[in-house]
């Protein structure tokens, strides 16, 4: 990176009308100023690398892309990831199976803590073939529908920001607190809730929970149109959006693309439909998908999805019925017996899973997290080479990257 | 890792679409792998796990891709007190079958064949075991570690890793 294609800055130069001398911060001691004809760019430079992050509001965390632009357009992408590894694989490896439910939420996705911790008990319960009792899947339906809607108010709001619309970050922003605070009551944190256990949930709803939940929900669902017209519906946006990072059926397969990405496409794949966990395969939801993959239908998925979430939840809430929501008999250190065993499940950001290694031990032999955001990163050059450099920060913006879950 | 000898294919009824896939894939397995084939098992969350020598690695993923099987789930390894085991997972978008792959790596012989050719996000998964338990994928495009710096020394979940920093580690239990 040279500094050969700025253009001459008429303060820096010696003909230039700067301001006088000793009057301004911009004043230079004549030895110190480059003559004017250094700045011209070679004739033969076509493009240039630009550094972005890893410290860059448009990455979504501490993700470095090293840019190669022509021109404005990105020629080439690398991108740097690791700067939070925090090494949760190694970690767990010295940990009970009870106490990595504290890490699954913290160590990755935690816009999505509920869905971390949902997919390593999935792992852990079919490892130890533990039954989870109905009102505790019931409950785990809610809260994680819960947060898929916190997480996906996040991602639109913050492509808002990106593209320039902060009021509709804010009223996003607005939404969600309403609803974190609805986990708040039940779980008592509001972004790492550790709420779920080995075999069910650790607290019941409170009296009246799931009165505030169904209120609050359509509170919500109620406010969509009124952000539709602010941000989805602007000229602006569909001109900064449409036809912006286009990918097809057979490009999306290839690239192993997942969740709203590959939903945007027009493939119509949810686990929670066509592989189902838990109590999913029950409930009567859609899939909203896309046509043509661009920023515009992915951005229009996950904002759909939100109504299908709030569909799932009323349903829930109908069926919950009143048990137990710990099963009995889940040992306090768990020793399963020698095996393997994975569990996936649709996060609000594609295919999440957890492979789960036991030698016999108290402790988990290995433990392998397939994390969305990563598969998701690793796809960028392929989404953005071809596009203007604006364009890419609303690309990250839609693969919706969690550095968490990237590096864990 | 409890592999129990092939069986015979007419063993068990075919019951549903899934099932039925998951004969034909045995059968296809069993006829095109031969010997390379050492084993194979329904693994407790119904997974067919396929087993072969390391030499056998790459003709079986190979195999694995071309039955339709297109959805990468991941690449790892488990650093076991006298071998490696590197576990290749995918399903198929189509039969929804998971198929798991494992091979057995010795301590002294590193160097698997890449398949980034095969399935796309296989590269950054190959960097990963790469950067975490140093595994040489030969005829990787771009080798190098991911998540640790550089720089760093060691590969961290190796079970016999010393952290080259002054961090204690307490016995919990």
Known sequence: MTRDHLPPDPARTATGAGPPAGTGPASIAPEHLIPEGEYAAPEDVQDFLINIGPHHPGTHGVMRMVTRLDGEKVAGLDVRIGYMHRSLEKIVENRSYHQVI????????????????????????????????????????????????????????????????????????????????????????????????????????????TDRVREGVRGVIDELPSYRTLFHDNYIWHERSKGISTLSHDEAMRIGAQGPVLRSTGIRWDLRRDMPYSIYDRFDFDIPVGTTGDVYDRTEVRFQEIVESAKIIHQAIEDMPAGPILAKRVPRLPTPDPGEAYARLESPRGEIGCYLVSDGGMKPYRMKWRGASFHNVAMLPALSVGYTLSDLINIVGTIDPVMGDVDR | MSAVPVPGIGSKPAVGAREEARHAFVAAARDR?????????????????????????????????????????????????????????????????????????PRDDFAVPTITDLWFLADWEEREVFDLFGLNFAGHPDLKRILNPETWVGHPLRKDYADHVDIKRPEYF
């Open chain 1, 102 to 209: 504290a890490f699954t939420d913290r160590t990755t996705d935690y816009l999505a803590a509920m869905h971390n911790d949902w997919v390593y008990c999935l792992a852990a319960e079919k490892l130890m073939g533990i039954e989870v009792p109905e009102r505790a899947e019931h409950l785990r339906v809610i809260t994680g529908e819960i947060n898929r809607i916190t997480s996906h108010l996040m991602s639109v709001g913050a492509l808002g920001l990106d593209s320039g619309a902060t009021s509709y970050f804010l009223w996003c922003f607005n939404a969600r607190e309403r609803l974190v605070q609805l986990l708040e009551e039940i779980s008592g944190a509001r972004l790492t809730y550790v709420y779920l256990r080995l075999g069910g949930v650790i607290y019941d709803a409170p009296p009246g929970w």
């Open chain 2, 33 to 105: 792998l031969g010997a390379a084939l050492v084993g194979y098992h329904d693994s407790r969350d119904g997974a067919v796990c396929l087993i072969t020598p390391a030499s056998g690695y790459r003709a079986a993923a190979e195999f694995i891709r071309s039955q339709g099987i297109d959805r990468f789930d991941f690449l790892t390894c488990v650093d076991w007190p006298a071998h490696f085991t590197l576990t290749l997972q995918a399903y198929s978008f189509e039969t929804k079958l998971v198929t798991r792959l494992s091979i057995r790596i």
